[in-house]
């Protein structure tokens, strides 16, 4: 098969800087949309993917699954777009389209397993995908999504994945106007938490550690702030949730959150991809509460989640950075340092 | 209020054995019904309420809510019952009856915190209530069950407590014809489990660590038994289950079985009142998975489970014992010793 090289930012070894790389893309097939990429979001995974943080890293690891672009060419059976559309590409670029899963819209939860944007395995040239750091990528146009053009393009590069994130659970847990929802952690994924929830009239509580947060949290949204160290303002919220939405992105104690759910109503984990503390069976018993868990989104609901954008005008807080600047803008999410998400202005790798 | 004296069975103190005692009865009041206990079943509850391990035990403790009757007397405004009917009391007695919990007929959510059968605060005579280790009850009409009469009368008592917390959560989850069920540990609540879940025409598997009960466990209704403890049994049917119900009582690592759940299927706890080892996010997030909890169940769904027991005949496997030999029974149900419930002839108390 045919391919180009294309320029790109690429780390090579576990806990190693990202680098100038040059990668191969695939030639256009006749169901592919090849997009010259304009921004990419920064997001956590990117940084657990380079440092190997789920030990399934493979090398070197070209990050980046919050793309937007536009369209430079189709294969030759792609209708749904046109060269120059405005365009998004999140987490996923392929998948067996043949599963329960997919043909439920669920291509997240591929019984087969999708193919990632970056790290997965790339079924045309061998090895692995290479993502969004780079000036172009080639996807089956299965999985790109139609972009609004009334929307920041720049700022709507983390709906792909910030967004579907958040968006995915509040919609398959049915929030609508008037219940009382929790979103706790405000990062990348609970800015855009509130806001989605916001949107959709639901009575929103940014649940926090960190006071300092408050005025922002209003800002995006939020009713009302619970600050989750103050036993008192616990108390006062306790069986009184209709749904949390939890994005820590480490193991924690969950325990206090549960105690703050209504009898049936769930907290759901997005963030946490380790061992939470241990978890009181009576906690959920007592009145019959739920912890489930939600990753990203599937193709279906990521156009509908970005058409609602469109409509309700909703992108991304952004700092905006190039390229040459993506290790500092890494040490900086780490220490959580941002708000609410680095997007990289990808003329910069044109440098 | 006058009050009659009613022969019993108390324990006095932590650790002390349980000895004959004599309690006082409010007399019948006009929404009253007054019931002769003919058998009591014995749940693990009542001993953990005798040595105080939930640290919420008040003495006396009259144990025992798995109450088979026949009606001595009913209230002026009683109209369901009739002297002489079988009926049946479990965990409840009372309940506020306004709360939107009470209004939707799950007592057992009460938000004011429904009256137990034993150990809850007695707003007629003061003190404490009395369960059913003894000769009568008097208990409001709404918390009284009518027991069919075809239905084996003794073996009825464990479907008070063991029966309807497995049956809660099967009819709450949905469980259907066809489904694939696991419920794990067979002990007095998985033996009520596998038989409902089986005349639910679910294909059920019984998930135990003994290859000792895989034959039990089939006679009593399982299709399956899945060894916990192997590793390549657990292999073969990961993301293969639609419904878990997991009746162990103490701590555990759930991890194994949540792996055996399929996408969006939920496990519930029903005996597990304590802390479980960490779970691990990742095991609910990667295939939106569900963990919750479940307690005993309201009144209609209890008299609907009586209902259902009556026309596919189905009571607990139970042995039978005079109450003099209360606490070797306990002692025999802390090391699991029996099947799979004891049931105490209170004619004994007679004696």
Redo the contacts between chains.
Sequence with gaps: MSKTEVKAYAAHANDADLEPFTLSRREVLENDVKIDILYCGVCHSDIHQVRNDWKNSRYPVVPGHEIIGRVLQTGSKVNKFKEGDLVGVGCMVDSCQECS?CQEG?EQ?C?NGFVGTYNGKDKHLGGHTFGGYSENIVVREEFVLKVPENIDAKAAAPLLCAGITTWSPLT?WKVKKGDKVGVIGLGGLGHMGVKFAHAMGAHVVMITTSPGKSEDAKNLGADEVLISKDAVQMKEHA?SFDFLLNTVPV?HDVNPYVSLLK?DA?MV???????????????????????????IGGIKETQEMLDFCGEHNIVSDVEMIDIQNINQAFERVTKSDVKYRFVIDMKSLKN
């Design positions: 899963s669920l939860y019984e398959h069986n193991g009898r769930t984990l997005v963030g946490a991809i380790e061992p939470l503390d241990p978890i009181h069976g009576g906690g959920l018993i007592i009145k019959r509460k739920n912890i489930a868990g939600s990753v």
